[in-house]
């Protein structure tokens, strides 16, 4: 009795039904059938199974491109089948090798909010953690029992400032979420308006607005936290509760594209709002009110008004910051305060574009016809490469350590399209974005080298905000080179690898904003250079056909992770230097994506709860 866990079964393409069918086929309940040696596939009842996750695996070491799933098997279904299957169950566990966990306590079947998930998250780890005495074990909800509702504000709202809001108002505090951004709507007007008519909005672009940085873009829920973990867990049931396609729990490379992630932001704004959880858009935040050493407010003034003419101020009990990685005003801000910062490796390069087609026949061979721009049996190709350079000649190292540096694709977008991300008009850096079918006819991906301290010395830049300073460096050099008008400077791999001024004509790019050949091999330091070469040149070992005439680089991808770390308590989530401030997400170097900062906001919004004694009942 009991649920049993099958992995890795291998079903062809030939006979699977496809990326897009997320049941029991034939063909896997044939590979069901051997793996648990089963004398006849026909017989297995397709209901005793449930597919936990399908991934498409086509790694040249394979014979076969194959999809790989793990799946779920009640074996009391197949007990009711036929009694002489109860011999055959009796008999099953020495024989099984693919069976992982047995029995496996299902993840309790309908954990349909954040709430919910969260509940067990949350509730699990303070049992472990001793904090159960902050909460009562009998009614079963989350209460709040102090004499006023505390008041929170959260400022951005990005995936951790939406998580931190969720919890935070199921549980009963008066939450404020301030965005200098507009919400969805009009942010997709003005981003409309960057495209077609070059007009930058500087509160209200790629970066700032509701959804924060990641809503038009890839909206890859990859995570390197740990895919099934609890809380990655939640996060993922709660965002298929707000509109995401229930696949996202299944597929081993879940994405959604900013065509799901738009419509998800309205519900859930408007769940936040039905909450109490007043909205503020449109609403920078300029400066913390600080007395006894305490954050007791904020002073916000209205985004569209550069002067700050019309400063008010709020009074809060606490405030949560999740103000991404581009909110450069506020780490200036935090500064003037005091607030302990600490430069944090990142990473720069440039992002390289190739076509789609020839992507998906490096990775596919002769199966690559099979993608049909996203409509096909076969999911549109991306790649993952990575590769160890040393410090000083950008060559091979002898060993990875201090004396190297990682280069590595990132945030590659399949069938996507190149996107400025600048929210300065004297900068310029760009990313990747796709919408859900990933159709366009274009593959594109980060290629970067870490920097360090060591590198912002280097160019003369100093204390907590070196890495700032290096990164905009750069996106002035882009800016430049592409002659301004936010035309990005580009030049084809082969002549980046030869140091060689573009004379023939280039390929074409997916940025919208028009392109311009420029000598990228001469923006970035040399050792920076060097390390890039030398790892296109590693990549197109993996990858066959990298380099090529068709290839295009874009500069610059400055942006990757958060430059600064702003020191906080692992429990408590509380800033080390400033009392009622929780830095949180992306921006506060605590997270790396999408799923990882709304993790982290989740967290810290139940460590806020904690705080202000919101009690958790029923765990
Ligand atoms: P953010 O999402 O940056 O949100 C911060 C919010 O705070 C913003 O909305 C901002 O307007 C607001 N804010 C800033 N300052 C203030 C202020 N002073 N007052 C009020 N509000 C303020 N990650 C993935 O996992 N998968 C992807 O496919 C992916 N693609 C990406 C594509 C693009 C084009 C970009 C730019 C990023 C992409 N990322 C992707 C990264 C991902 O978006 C971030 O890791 C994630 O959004 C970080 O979340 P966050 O909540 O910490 O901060």
Redesign the pocket.
Known sequence: DGIWRLSKLAVSVQNDPGKDFLGVSDGLLQEIAKAIKFPVASMLPPGAFSVIRKSFDARKMLKEAKFVYTVDMNVSELINLEPRTIDFISDLEPRVGLIEHMPLERVSGDIISIIQGCKKVEGERLLKEGGISDYSCNAGTYKYTGSRKPKIAV???????LFASLVLAELGADVTL????QPVEQRGRDIGALMVRRVLELESN????EG???T??????VTRIGRNSDSVLAVMKTLVHFGAPGNILIDGKP?LGTDRLVPLLRNLRQNLQEQGVSIKFG???DDLIIEDGHVVGVKVSDSRDQQKLDCHKLGFDAVIL??????R??YHMLLSHDIDLIPKDFAVGLRIEHPQELINSVQYSSLSTEVHRGRGKIPVADYKVASYVSREDGKTPSSSGPTSRSCYSF?MCPGGQV?L?STDPSELCI???SFSRRASKWANAALVVTVSTQDFNSLDFHGPLAGIDFQREFERRAAIMGGGDFVVPVQTVTDFLDGKFPVTSLPPSSYRLGVKAAKLHELFPMHITDALRHSVSVFDKELPGFISNEALLHGVETRTSSPIQIPRSSDTYESLSLKGLYPV???AGY?????S?AVD?MHAGFAVAKRFGLFLDGI
């Open positions: 400022v951005g709202s990005g995936p951790s400032g301030i965005e200098r951004g790629f970066c700032f607005g924060g940085a990641g038009w873009s890839d909206g890859k829920l994405h609403t920078r935040v999740a103000v991404g990685h581009s909110a005003d506020i945030c996107v991300t990313n990747g974005m997400g992306e921006g997270a790396g994506g999408i799923v900062a906001g």
